[in-house]
């Protein structure tokens, strides 16, 4: 038996879509004002710097060594907030925190996912939070998939840098970060190749460069490209990085670059080379 269905469709007026996209933007500005006051509750001096940032950033003529600095800012306003200890979960915290990844309340959400990056991983769990974690990644809060990514940097497996790579380009800078940082947990080439890529951008410079120094040598052949960069400043981050990362393979690299014409690129590439050296001893 056939049921006939009748289906009809009716354009929106100007004025109807002038009322849609203003309640689009009030509630953009409800969410984004949501973040503001649940970030100056869990980190207010990150707050701070994030507000420094924004008026920065709306100057179109802002100058990139006070955004470094606000920027270095963060990393320690972060680093500081990630200080704050709770108990390792025990079997029934881990479940309590997993039972709260399900809720509807994107606040609970926020709880769980807190819970987890806190807290060592359980090696009998790992493989259960990690598949939850990445779930979260696709979360349009903000808050959400930061805690996601900062507990899947000790609750992570093998499937989770592929996950994280794509976040190392994310629009939110605090997800960049996260990213960054937990991909440095990993030490795997793809993921300090996603890092090297964009340490060039002033604004997640620190970050990038943190990161790269935590993984290693698996940074090391990411980085050694950067030493002929056009930018002097770009060419002596690298030296830094390879003095805490380069192995035999970057010494003619830094040999080439002691003979920059820029003197301070000459000095960190000479420590490198010590740095180097001073490893194989």
Do not use: Y
Not at 79 to 93: F, I, S, T, V
Not at 121 to 148: I, M
Not at 204 to 224: C, D, I, S, W
Request: aromatic share 4%; charged share 35%; proline share 4%.
């Amino acid at each position: 038996m056939k049921i006939p269905v009748t289906i009809s469709a009716k354009l929106l007026t100007a004025e109807e879509m002038a009322k849609l996209a203003e309640q689009r933007k009030q509630d953009a500005a409800k969410l984004a004002q949501r973040r503001k006051d649940e970030l100056a509750k869990t980190n207010p001096e990150l707050a701070k710097n994030q507000e420094e940032l924004d008026k920065a950033l709306a100057n179109g003529n802002a100058d990139p060594a006070e955004i470094e600095r606000i920027m270095a800012g963060k990393h320690k306003a972060v680093a500081a907030g990630a200080q704050d200890k709770q108990k390792p979960l025990d079997e029934a915290g881990v479940d309590a925190a997993l039972a709260k990844l399900k809720q509807p309340d994107r606040f609970k959400v926020l709880e769980g996912a807190k819970a987890l990056a806190a807290a060592p991983a359980l090696a009998q769990r790992k493989a259960q939070v990690a598949k939850a974690l990445h779930k979260l990644l696709s979360e349009r809060d903000q808050f959400v998939r930061v805690e996601a990514i900062k507990g899947l940097k000790q609750w992570g497996n093998a499937e989770t840098v592929p996950l994280l790579i794509p976040l190392v380009d994310d629009e939110d800078v605090f997800v960049q970060h996260a990213a960054m940082d937990a991909l440095a947990g990993f030490k795997d080439e793809r993921g300090a190749e996603a890092v090297a890529k964009p340490l060039a951008d002033f604004r997640v410079r620190h970050q990038a460069k943190t990161a790269l120094m935590a993984m290693g040598p698996a940074a090391e052949k990411f980085v050694v490209p950067f030493l002929k960069h056009k930018d002097w400043v770009m060419r002596m981050e690298a030296c830094e990085i390879l003095a805490e990362t380069g192995t035999e393979k970057s010494v003619e690299a830094l040999k080439e670059a002691a003979k920059d014409r820029n003197d301070l690129v000459v000095r960190k590439a000479e420590d490198a080379l010590r740095g180097i050296e001073g490893r194989k001893n």
